[in-house]
Structure formats: C-alpha cells, structure tokens
C-alpha cells in the first residue's frame, strides 16, 4: 500500500489507520481519544486530517491505497482547535493546569498548547464531584472527557470490564460498571486507567497534584512479588517512593502492571520494618548491635558444627531474594559449613516442576517464552488462577481468549479465566493424575497425536498406551467427577488445535502426587508433538515468586549446583570446587521438611532462616513451630517480625526488593535485572551483605563482593549461565536461560533440535493414578483447597502493610451455599474450621465458585491460623506439601 502525507509518500502496513500513516510520515497531528494500545474510538474529533478530500479523523479511518491526506492545513488546524474548544468549554480552568510534566494526565494540556487553547476557553462550572473511595484511583468527575480511553485500559488490556461511561452528552462521565463507589466495584487496581486518562479525572494518590515526574529519580527495576517479572519504574524523591510505574518496554509486561507491583509498596516505609538486629536474652528478643548479633551467630554455627559435624547446620534461602545473594547462601553452606543443607521455597510450590519437567524432558524450566505461549490458538490451564496470582499474565492470555483463542480450564474452583472457557473440567482436588490420563486416553483413541513426532523424539509410548488403557472416559468421570463428556470435548479441543499450550500451576503441583501430575500432563503435549516442534506450545508452570526459579537455578537446593549440576556428579561438582577452591560434599542434604524433622530429633543444631515465614507458611504450622523450638540456635533474616522472625534466637534486619542490587529469574526464565530505589531502613542490609557478614564472623572471605561478581562467579560454575552478567543484562534487558554464549541470545523456545534428557527424547511417564493423602470421612466432610487472592501475598507480611488491606481485609472461607445451608454457616460470620491437624478462624463466604463439597480459603493472615490445618503429606517424589487437599470439617464459633 502506498499513500501520500501532504506530499510525502508513505507505505503503511495491511491494518494500519490513517493516523499510523500521518505518523509514519513524521507529520505532526495531535490525539486526544487515542492511545496506541486500545481500540481507536475516533470520539474526540482532535485528528482531523482531509483524506482524498473528505474530513474524517485519521485514527479511525483505514488507510487505503493511494490515499492522498492533507494535515498541516490553516482549516484542518482550525477545525481541531474548535472540536478541543468545545471539549474543553465543559471543563473548570484547572483542567489545562497540565499536572506533573511527563505523565499522562497533562496529556490534555500539552494538546491544548499545541492548539492554543488557553485556560480562558475552559468555563465549565465543576460541581460534579470526586470518588476518592478506592485507595489507590481517585477520580475527578470535572476532568473527565468522556474519551473512554480508561474503559477500553480495563476492558482490552486488564479484561475487568470494571468501567463503564454514564451520563448524556455533556455530563458523560466514568463510573464503575456496578454503579456504586469505586472502591465497592470489580475494579482490582491494575493501574491501567491512570497510564491512560489524559486530563488528570483519574489520578493515583502519589503523583496527583504532585511533583514533576522529571525532577523525580526513576529506577528501572523488577517486580519483586510474583514470577512474571514485571518491569517496573520506581519514582523516588527524599528518599520515599511517589509511585512505581509499569514500564512501557517491559518484555513481559508491556505497559502493565498489577495492584502489587504497582501500589503495595507502602511496607518500605512500614513503621514495622525492622530496623537493628535482635538477639534472644532471658527469653526476649532486644536490639543488639550486627557485631554482637554475629557474633552470637558465628558462635552458634562453631558450636553447632562442633557438637554434629557440617551436617548440623541447615539454611532456608529466600525464593524472595536475589540470584545473587542466593548463590552465595548455598556457597556459604557448602564451601564455608561444608554441607548440602540449602533448600528454597521451591519445595513448597514448582519442587514437582522441576522434578517432573528434568523427567520429561531434560530441563528444570518451562519448555516455552511467553511470547509464543500467547500466541497458541488453544490453551489448557490448569490448576493455575492467573487472573489472580500472576495478573499480567492472566490478562494477557485473558485477552486472547476474548478474540477467539480457545481455552480448556480445568480446576475445581469457578474463577478467574475459567469463567471465560470454552469447557471447564472441576475434578475433585487431588485427581489430576486421572483427569490427564483421560485425556491421554482419548487422544489416543481418536488419533488425535503425532505419530512421527512419537516415533523420532519421544519414548515410553508402549508403557503408556498400555496405561491408559485403564483410563477410559467413563472411569475417569467416576475417579475425577468430570463429566465424560466434557472430557472427551477437551480432549477434541486439546487434540485437534494447531498449536495447543499447556499452562499450569500449584493445582498440579502440591499434591501428594504432584510429581506424577506434572508427568501426566506434560505426556498431552508429547502426544501432541506440541513441544519442541512448531506445532505447539509446551508446557509452562507460572512459577510463583519473583525470584523462586532463580533461587533454584542458583543452586540453593540439597541436591544441585547452581546450574542444576547434581552434587553427585563428579563433574558438576569438581567444576563447582575448582572455582570455590573447595570440595563440595558429596552427599545430598536435607529438604525443608526433612531439615524441620531433624530439629525435632535433636539432630540440628542451626537452623539458618531467610526470607521465608515458615511458622505462617508450610503446612502443619504447629509441628513446623516445635522444630524452631527443638533447634539450639535459629537465625531469621526478614523485613518484619514475622511469625517465625518471633521464635528465633537471631533476628537479622533485610533489605526488600527496592533496596537491593541483582537479577532476578522470572516464570519463563528471563534474568532481569533489580536495582536499589531507596537505601534500607536504619540499620537493615541487603541479604547479599548479611552472608558476607555471617561468613566474615567466621573468618572466611567468601570472594565476589559485588553482586555482579557474583552473578560473573555463577558463570563460571554453571555452563547454562555462561553468557549472562549484569552489563549484559543492563544493555539487553532480559535474557533467557539456557545462555552458554556471551553472544548469543539465549533459548526461550527450548528442545528446538532434541530433549536435554540422556538419549534426546521426551520420555512419556506410565504413572498410575494414586489418591490423595487425605479424602473427606463422616468426621471430616469437606475438603479444603488452599490458595491465594488478589490484593494479598503469600504470608501477607508486605501487602498487609499497604493499603491493600482496605481492598480484602480478613481470610475468608469461601463455601457452596448448599454446604453453609447444611452446617448453618451464613455469609460474612465466624467459622470455625478443623482438620485432623488443627483449627482456623476464618469469616465465611457463600459463593457457587467453590464446588459443592470443597471449601477455599488463602492463607494471607498468619493470625488465622490456616496452615495449622494443612498437613504433613508431601509430594511422594519431592516433599511438596499437600497444600490443595485437606479434610475439615466446620464449627461455630465457641461463645
Ligand atoms: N495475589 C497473589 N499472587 C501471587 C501469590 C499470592 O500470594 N497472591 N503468590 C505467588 C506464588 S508464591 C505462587 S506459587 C503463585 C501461585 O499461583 P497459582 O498456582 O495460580 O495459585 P493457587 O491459587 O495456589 O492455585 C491455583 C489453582 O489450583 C486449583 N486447584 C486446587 N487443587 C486442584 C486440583 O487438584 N486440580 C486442579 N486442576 N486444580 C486444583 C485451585 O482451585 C486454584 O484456583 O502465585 C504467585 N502470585
Ligand atoms: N495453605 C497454603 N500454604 C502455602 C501455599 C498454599 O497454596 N497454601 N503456598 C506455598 C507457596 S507456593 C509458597 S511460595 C509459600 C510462600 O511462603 P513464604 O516464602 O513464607 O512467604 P512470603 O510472604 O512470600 O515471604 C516470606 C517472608 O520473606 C520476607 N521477605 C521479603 N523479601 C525479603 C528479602 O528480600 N529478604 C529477606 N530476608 N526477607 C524477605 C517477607 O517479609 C516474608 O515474611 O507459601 C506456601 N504456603
Ligand atoms: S503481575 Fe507479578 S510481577 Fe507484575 S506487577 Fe503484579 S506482582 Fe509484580
Ligand atoms: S484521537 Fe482521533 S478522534 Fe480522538
Ligand atoms: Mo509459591
């Protein structure tokens, strides 16, 4: 296609809009309505243009071939200023104020300069209000143009459809979709609309009426609470944090962002925050200064390894941390303490993933990048609510099925994208092993499987045909309560897809059988060929905290070196040595479960805790607060006084995400770099600075005094990582693992050419299904799911220090109202839950999401106790808690 722009020739692409022409021909002409990410609405009538002739506005009119546009004209100019003028005749004279320099509200103002529009034409009368109910979006109703840029944010990017625009004519204003205040509508604070609105009617409270965002500092950084790994702008300014902007050039998420990312930064600053070191005297943790903390430290440790040997020390390292300060956790404890005792919150989520994906086909990672994951014309997610836990990503696969791509939920709760599926399969918690054997099963019977990709690159396809035939549909309906024909209609939609991915989550994984699970699933795609070819798009946990892929890629595990060489591999571990000057031990250590069971047993005598509140957050807290009290000595590093940080001997004052310098590993093994925003408060160090300190106590130098040496060390260990250090991150941005090459790219498609396992093949697991370790009996008739919510996460120990406890208060337990019909439970009261470990006291909440029979509930507010309710059943190949299936049974709250 070729067109002219007051006479220069322009060749737009098939799609574009007049406006991308004019652009293209670097001619000037403002937008008001318009922002590139949305759907033009050609309201505002600010991009007048002549199209061969006619005067029509040029975002919403198709280029076409040999168009010829006229811009820059005295009337065209003209005519703009008079649509503005009117626009801006309904508005007060403070609309054209243009608010801080460089955000998008002063949008409006900088188009009216442009036009010459001055404050004098703006003569609207104000008087219709202000919604300053939501803690993070306040709205000015005399600002709003009714351009709708703000509805179409939430609807064609966020997919909440929380706005709407009321009103007629002139008086059209936004206003939540459910009609009442902002903060009583779906609206859950993605931040979209304010990177949006452009006049200021909509403004988050850190930058309204605020500084220009130029005289305010800007570090780019990363999300630190989920694994997307959102790129973040964080804005400073005397050491506080006016806003954190999602970054336009975000690789993962473009632009947008979440409630926690974007608002839930107040914890910083939290009066909370710890601040001095505390050492436990007569029974009462007292601020002490770091040498004598470490001091204590160093003497425990001395003491420890004198009495038990190396094996008697044990260290949780922090999913929450950096790769670096990871790497140097697990090379304190083996180089310095000289044991394998290192493990990460890993084995309470992805443990199984790792496990189950090495199994299937070669490597700990997800088998795709996002990127192509998005593009897949169906998609099965399962176990997973992205909506919710990982929100980018779940708006953007949102989006995808809301034009058209075809989606298979399966999971027992109705929320998030299942809402949207094309079917959705609810087995009962625990079944997942069955439910993909079923649908194994009839892609198998239909012939809906790639018969030369089974034959070149996959193994086991005898084992497993035999299997299944053990699953056919009616068995499998009876063992998951799928009906068999939803089966078999997912199956048909799985099966007959160009290009089918598989997405999945802690619904698969914390099982007893999570391993298994993971197996079953990745054997749909290797039926399929849809990995590792074109044909598809693999299968790809949403890994949950910011940095727990990085944690374990970093070698903070009992049985693997950064890089995921085996401790038993001589090899793996010789290249280890020979950079640490050190023997690695040879033996594999202990998993958190194990570490907890050896302090009740006496056998431990240090317990080395960081960033983990394992008291609130693995299962059976009671048995897990029995160990802590067993162990001599227990160090917690931690930014508040957590459930666990209070029964320590030692508590060490952290540095959070904003404070900090490193990269972090997101789901689809992107390394990003974090950078310090703001310092620490008082005297809190970074957890990198904190293990140099520990090891210096001991009089070790533990060599890479910089995170980017660290991280440069790493390289070294782990051929995987070779290419990867912070310059380059620094210039690039992100870069995916496997990255062996300086100069190469790095692979975010993996197994293009064959499997990383021994013989190259993708190896198809024939695991039987086994039930779960806990099923509902008369004393306990329900089971409980657990899980999380929006506004909060995992321990709540950050958010609940925000102001997203005005968006979700308190745990709820969500039930059936058939069940709260039966135990004469009512909505929004007290009730009191009870397994065969322990009892929580959760405020009820009747809904038809949960399933007849099964009952939900998060476990963001340690004081509710809900993980004294889980227990001690663990993923049979990796210790991964049975957190998704509990029996319980309900009380009323004693008088
Ligand atoms: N807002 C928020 N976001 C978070 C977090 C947070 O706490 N809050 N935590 C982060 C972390 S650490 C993680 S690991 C991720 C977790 O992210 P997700 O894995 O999405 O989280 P969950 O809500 O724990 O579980 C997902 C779903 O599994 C379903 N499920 C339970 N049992 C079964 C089953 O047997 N079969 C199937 N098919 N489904 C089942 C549940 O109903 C639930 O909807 O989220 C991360 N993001
Ligand atoms: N019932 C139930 N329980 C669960 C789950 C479930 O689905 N159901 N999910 C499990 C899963 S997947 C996970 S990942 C765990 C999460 O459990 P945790 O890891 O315990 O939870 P978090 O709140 O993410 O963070 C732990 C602590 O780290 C501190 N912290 C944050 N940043 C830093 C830092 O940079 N340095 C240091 N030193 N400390 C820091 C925080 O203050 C917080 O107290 O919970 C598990 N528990
Ligand atoms: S989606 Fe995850 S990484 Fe992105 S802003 Fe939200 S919590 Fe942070
Ligand atoms: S920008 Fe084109 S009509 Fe508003
Ligand atoms: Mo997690």
């Not at 200023?81 to 054209?96: F, G, K, N, W, Y």
């Not at 008369?778 to 709540?796: E, Q």
Request: include cysteine; aromatic fraction near 4%; glycine fraction near 10%.
């Amino acid at each position: 296609m070729r067109m002219r722009v007051d006479g220069v020739t322009v060749r737009p692409a098939e799609g574009a809009s007049v406006l991308d022409a004019v652009r293209a021909a670097g001619v000037e002409l403002p937008t008001l309505c318009h922002d590139d990410r949305l759907s033009p609405a050609g309201s505002c009538r600010t991009c007048l243009v002549r199209a061969s002739g006619r005067v029509v506005a040029a975002c919403v009119t198709p280029a076409a071939d040999g168009a010829e546009i006229e811009v820059a004209t005295e009337e065209l100019w003209a005519l703009r200023r008079d649509a503005v003028e009117l626009i801006v005749s309904a508005l007060p004279p403070r609309a054209l104020d243009g608010g801080p320099d460089g955000w998008a509200g002063g949008e409006l103002a900088r188009v009216c300069a442009e036009l010459g529009i001055t404050s004098e034409a703006a003569r609207g009368a104000g008087g219709r209000g202000r919604d300053d109910s939501h803690p993070y979006v306040h709205l000015d109703r005399d600002l709003c143009i009714a351009c709708g840029r703000c509805v179409r944010m939430c609807a064609e990017v966020q997919g909440t459809f929380a706005l709407t625009l009321t009103g007629r004519g002139a008086d059209t204003v936004v206003a939540p979709g459910t009609g009442g205040s902002w903060a009583d509508s779906d609206c859950v604070a993605c931040g979209g609309c304010l990177t949006t609105c452009p006049t200021g009617a909509l403004t988050e409270p850190g930058l309204a009426g605020g500084v220009p965002i130029p005289v305010l500092t800007r570090t780019r950084t990363t999300c630190g609470y989920c694994g997307v790994g959102c790129s973040l702008e964080v804005l400073t300014r005397d050491g506080a944090i006016s806003a954190v902007l999602p970054d336009r050039d975000g690789p993962v998420n473009r632009g947008h962002a979440c409630v926690k990312g974007r608002f839930a930064h107040g914890f910083v600053r939290s009066p909370d925050r710890l601040t001095r070191p505390l050492l436990r005297r007569s029974g009462l943790l007292e601020p002490v200064s770091w040498p004598e903390a470490l001091d204590h430290v160093a003497r425990g440790l001395r003491t420890a390894v004198a009495e038990g040997g190396p094996d008697a020390v044990a260290a949780i390292s922090s999913a929450r941390a950096t790769n670096e300060e990871n790497y140097l956790v697990q090379k304190f404890m083996r180089v310095v303490i000289g044991t394998n005792n290192v493990d990460n919150c890993s084995r309470l989520c992805h443990a199984p993933s790792a496990a189950g994906l090495i199994a299937s086909f070669g490597l700990a990672g997800g088998t795709d990048g996002f990127d192509d994951v998005e593009k897949a014309d169906c998609l099965l997610v399962v176990g997973a609510n992205p909506v919710e836990a990982h929100p980018v990503v779940g708006a953007r696969l949102l989006q995808r099925v809301l034009r058209g791509t075809r989606l298979i939920a399966a999971d027992p709760r109705a929320v998030g994208l299942a809402r949207y599926a094309d079917v959705h399969l609810r087995p009962r918690p625990g079944t997942n092993v069955a439910l993909f054997h079923g649908l194994a099963h009839v892609l198998l019977a239909e012939g809906l499987v790639d018969e030369e990709f089974l034959r070149l690159r996959a193994a086991g396809l005898p084992e497993l045909t035999g299997l299944l035939a053990e699953y056919p549909p009616d068995r499998v309906a009876a063992l998951t309560g799928v009906p068999a024909a939803d089966l078999i209609t997912a199956a048909r939609l799985y099966g007959r897809a160009e290009r089918p991915a598989i997405v999945y989550g802690l619904g698969v994984t914390e099982h007893l059988h999570g391993t298994d699970g993971v197996r079953a699933l990745a054997n749909l795609a290797i039926l399929r060929g849809a990995v590792g070819t074109d044909r598809g798009y693999g299968v790809n946990p949403l890994r949950g905290q910011n940095n727990v892929q990085g944690a374990s890629d970093m070698g903070a595990l009992p049985d693997s070196l950064p890089g995921y060489g085996k401790v038993t591999d001589p090899a793996a571990s010789a290249r280890a040595a020979e950079v640490w000057g050190a023997p690695v031990p040879p033996r594999a250590g202990l998993r958190i479960p194990e570490m907890f069971a050896a302090a009740r047993d006496g056998r431990l005598g240090a317990l080395w805790i960081i960033g983990e509140d394992v008291c609130a957050t693995d299962p059976d807290a009671t048995r897990v607060a029995e160990a802590l009290e067993a162990c001599p000595l227990v160090v917690c590093q931690e930014l508040f006084l957590s459930e666990t940080a209070r029964r320590a001997d030692v508590v060490l004052p952290a540095a959070s995400w904003l404070e900090k310098d490193g990269t972090f590993v997101n789901f689809d093994r992107r390394f990003q770099r974090v950078r310090p925003a703001l310092i620490p408060p008082g005297e809190a160090r970074t957890d990198f600075a904190a293990v140099h300190a520990v090891a210096e106590a001991l009089g070790v130098d533990l060599g890479c005094p910089t995170p980017a040496d660290a991280l440069a060390e790493c390289a070294r260990v782990a051929p995987m990582f070779a290419g990867l250090s912070h310059a380059r991150l620094d210039q690039e941005g992100a870069v995916p693992w496997p990255c062996p090459d300086p100069d190469g790219p790095g692979e975010a498609t993996l197994y293009r050419e064959r499997f990383a396992t021994p013989d190259g093949r993708a190896r198809l697991a024939a695991c039987p299904y086994l039930p779960p370790g806990e099923t509902p009996d008369d004393d306990y008739p329900l089971i409980l799911v657990t899980g999380r919510r929006w506004a909060h996460y995992n321990s709540g120990s950050m958010t609940r220090r925000t102001d997203n406890l005005r968006l979700d208060a308190e745990d709820r337990l969500d039930l059936h109202p058939s069940d709260a019909a039966r135990y004469a439970v009512r909505d929004g009261e007290p009730v009191v839950v009870e397994s065969r470990h322990g009892r929580a006291t959760l405020t009820a909440r009747l809904t038809e999401e949960a399933a007849p029979g099964q009952v939900f509930c998060a476990f963001h507010f340690p004081s509710s106790g809900v993980n004294t309710l889980t227990s001690s059943h663990a993923d049979t190949a990796t210790s991964c808690p049975e957190y998704k299936v509990t029996a319980v049974q309900l009380k009323p709250l004693p008088e």
